[in-house]
């Protein structure tokens, strides 16, 4: 079955990625001035994001397993997100944070969902 | 950063009723059939793109060269958006696209024009549409060079947006405006002298303050009324707050500040002053000395609860996985020991205060 809905995912991933890349090398000068668990949240933040780029090129490659992880990363991120949205700690909420907290998994996961994608997910 | 630019709000507006037109104009062109989901994608991100910088325009009149190139730019985009057939389109959406970020980093860079929430969110619509451009899909009709365009997508893309977010990110705070102080703390409003009246109050806040903390140089005391000191201990100052105090919701009353601040020294706590906090986000307290005690709140912080750490949010409003995005509620400071920066300073210059703890 020819689809790119993976392609179009695999690129939203690979940008999730590198926000994630970003927000762990922001941490670093954090810690250098004596924030110290911060470079604990760093390394964790590039970990996750190198995990992201295997479950792009899962998805590309048409492997189940990765399809089914990406939708469970993602609705993790959005219910985070939510949550963060509406509990009255002032979280940013400007158009940026909508799109990459929230606009950027809902796409991947209705990119993801639904029976032809199961179907066209065999390996 | 984190704001809109009232010069730039009509530009989200055109994007908001650009999106449904450009999704039901996709459909009427009959060839879209022909070329694969990421590039009909693409075409409607660009279409999306060309209408925001459009919609610019007509606040930009007063800047030729920015008008013109924002009317270049929307047309090039919307033409292109139609064009999803023509031999050469990946190729020219990639390099206007491409060419559009580099241009708007040396915009900025050059000051010309100030990172703003619209052009974050624009350009990052860009890059989606740049990697959606450049992703190979199986079953295409027309052969290309697979192997470049991964290695393009999967280096460029990447790198592209990483230098999109560190130069706004370095433009941003080597040039804050005259509300951020420093970096995540935006400064009340006030007028910028200040009046002889204002100048006697603030020394009266000032002396009221100091003569009602001085009992908590002793931090004994300090602990006995309900201060506990807060985040790590290994920095060289820490703030104590008295919870009792923040939830009452005094404010600025001088026998119950919402927290004190002490150097962390070899022979213990040192008092370096106070702090008066409001309970909400945006409600800035009363400024009696007008510039001179001005409120700040610290607005986008990483904060996380394992260790109590922070670190600032990044461009893509994204924090290090394990923070979250928090605001504090505005606060005003009062340094009883010398302070370059004046004893109601949004910081304590680090060479007082390393002065400070050298002398302990």
């Known amino acids: 079955m020819n689809t790119s809905r993976p392609e179009a995912a695999f690129v939203l991933l690979l940008m999730q990625a590198t926000f994630w890349v970003a927000a762990g090398l922001s941490a670093i000068p954090f810690a250098l001035a004596g924030e110290v668990f911060m470079v604990v949240l760093g390394l964790a933040s590039i970990l996750l994001a190198s995990l992201t780029c295997l479950l792009a090129i899962g998805l590309v490659r048409r492997w189940r397993r990765s399809r089914r992880w990406v939708i469970a990363l993602e609705a993790v991120c959005l219910g985070g997100s939510v949550l963060l949205l509406a509990v009255p700690i002032g979280a940013n909420r400007g158009p940026v944070s909508l799109l990459v907290n929230l606009a950027l998994p809902l796409v991947v996961i209705v990119l993801l969902r639904g029976k032809r994608m199961r179907a066209a997910f065999t390996r | ?360």
């Open chain 2, 1 to 360: 950063m984190f704001e809109i630019a009232p010069d730039h709000a009509i530009g989200f507006f055109a994007g908001l009723l650009a999106l449904p037109i450009a999704l039901i104009a996709l459909r009427l062109i009959p060839a879209r059939r022909s070329v694969p989901g990421t590039a009909q994608a693409a075409a409607v991100l660009m279409a999306l793109s060309g209408a925001i910088h459009l919609g610019l325009v007509t606040t930009h009149l007063e800047e030729p060269v920015t008008a013109a190139l924002f009317v270049m730019n929307g047309v090039a985009y919307l033409g292109l958006s139609v064009l999803l057939t023509w031999r050469w389109w990946r190729l020219a959406s990639a390099a206007l696209l491409t060419a559009t970020v580099l241009g708007y980093l040396v915009y900025i860079a050059l000051r010309f024009d100030t990172p703003d929430q619209v052009a974050l969110s624009t350009k990052l619509i860009e890059l989606a549409a740049l990697g959606l451009v450049l992703v190979p899909v199986r079953g295409e009709s027309r052969p290309r060079d697979r192997a470049w365009y991964w290695a393009t997508l999967a280096a460029g893309v990447p790198l592209l947006t990483v230098l999109m977010g560190s130069t706004v990110w370095l433009v941003d705070l080597a040039n804050p405006d005259a509300q951020h102080v420093h970096a995540g703390a935006v400064l009340q409003a006030t007028n910028e002298v200040a009046t002889p009246e204002q100048t006697v109050a603030a020394a009266q806040l000032y002396a009221e303050t100091k003569a009602a903390i001085l009992p908590y140089q002793d931090w004994h005391k300090a602990w006995a009324a309900g201060y506990r000191p807060g985040g790590p201990s290994n920095m060289p100052s820490q703030h104590w707050m008295n919870e009792a105090y923040e939830k009452a919701g005094y404010v600025m009353d001088p026998q119950r500040p919402q927290g004190l601040v002490y150097a962390n020294t070899r022979r213990g706590p040192l008092l370096l002053g106070a702090m008066f906090q409001m309970q909400h986000l945006d409600q800035f307290g009363p400024d009696p000395g007008g510039p001179l005690t001005a409120w700040h709140q610290h607005e986008n912080i990483c904060f996380t609860p394992f260790g109590f750490g922070f670190s600032l949010m990044t461009p893509f409003a994204i924090c290090p996985l394990g923070a979250i995005d928090i605001s504090a509620s505005p606060m005003l400071h009062v340094w009883i020991v010398d302070n370059p920066g004046g004893p109601f300073a949004v910081d304590i210059d680090p060479a007082a205060l390393a002065a400070v703890r050298a002398r302990a």
